[in-house]
């Protein structure tokens, strides 16, 4: 196993690119100002260049829609196991809550892959769409409730951050006292990696007690169902599948709702957009989900051995990323022989490959449903500062506004919704959006 030699940037790739290039950074204001810009520069660079995704962290990232395609579907030639390349990464690292390895689909390969996998396909499969659409339209209108008579608010921090956890830990059977805790948990993942550890410790700590109540006391919900599933999977395992599944999910369906929200707001081409019904939600959230992909930059592959990838000399253990948002905007088009490219067909926003997303439609029926919910309760919305002046999230992984302020016209009451309901005051009944789990 070849690793960074010491004093290089971990996980440097000195074969991508051309040698004269310094890896460009992917962090950072100038990033977070101009993403289409630097992957501009890095395409010229060819299919495959060097990238800073953390002071000492290099990385090789795939920005051709050709060499991502092949390399997400390429099994034999990459792992998606991290732990060679995170043996020579500090251990403070804040690219690891993201990138270090845990026990889950997302780290595994071939027959450990394919058998959690097959549990949470099953599992995601149970949500039944119109009941997953009610039960993301009422938490939707609880939300609203929460800010709805002051005429502002944050979109990103008082609606589209909470709404995806409280649609899990509904699903999932969370007692509505853990709740906060989850929704705290999950949401902290992402944050600084000391702040982020203790996030996912905390989230790992609730799951594990949801798991142990439900294996003791199965009910109608997607944990036991999980628990329930012919893969057998131990509480461990459970454990770690869903805190995967309220994860991953959790932070790309908050992006996605906030990316579509600002495109309606701030692009004159959705004018009118209040009165406008669902064709206009969901040509933002296409038109998102080709340019501004919610993980704009992960795919974290690692080759099983030296190799040679279109063209670019790669060491085994070394990080290879794969830029969705890169490789969907290329010009022209990669995409122009395969399918029409407002379609939803053949961009990359949910991977492809054995990893690719296994809750599309879910996460596209809770986006476009929040969405709805909100242009249908609050009139008069609109941006509460300057578009140029919004703030993105740092970092390499997301593409998404870090806050969204707004204005609107105060209401009274939220048609519907009882005086005073708060989220975390719902009721968490069982097997809102599932079957019969063990049936
Ligand atoms: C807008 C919303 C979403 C987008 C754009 C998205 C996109 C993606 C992408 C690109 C991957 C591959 C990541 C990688 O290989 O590093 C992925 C994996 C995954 N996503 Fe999603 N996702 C979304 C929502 C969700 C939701 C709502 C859930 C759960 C209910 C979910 C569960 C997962 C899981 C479990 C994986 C790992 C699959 C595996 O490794 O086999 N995602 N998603």
Known sequence: MNLPEAGTPSGAAPGAGTPSHEPLPLYGPAFAADPHGHYRRLRAQGPLARVRIAPDIDATLVTDYQAAVDLLRD????????RAWQAGVPADSPVLPVLGHRPTALFSDGAVHARYREAINDTLALIEPHLLRAEVAGIARRLIGTFSATGTGDLIAQYARRLPLHVFTSSFGV???DTERIVR???GMMDTAEDAAAAYADLVGVVSGLVAERRARPGRDLTSYLLAHP???DDDEAVRQIT???????DPTTNLIGNALLRMLSDTRYGGFLHGGAMTAQEAINDVLWRDPPLANMGAHYPRRDTEFHGVPLRAGQLVLVS???ANTQSPPATSGLAVRSGDSAHLAWSTGPHRCPAKQPALLMAMTAI???TSQLCDLELAVDPEGL?????PFHRAPAHLPVRFTPLDTLPGTPAGTAPGSVDHGQARVGGTPNG
Request: hydrophobic letters at 45%; charged letters at 15%.
């Open 75 to 82: 099994t034999d030639t990459f792992t998606k196991d991290p």
């Open 175 to 177: 007692a509505p006292g």
């Open 185 to 187: 948990g999950a949401s």
């Open 231 to 233: 893969a057998g999977l």
């Open 244 to 250: 995967l599944i309220m994860s991953a999910g959790h």
């Open 324 to 326: 969705f948002a890169a």
């Open 372 to 374: 709805e919910q909100l």
């Open 391 to 395: 703030l993105w999230r740092p970092g």
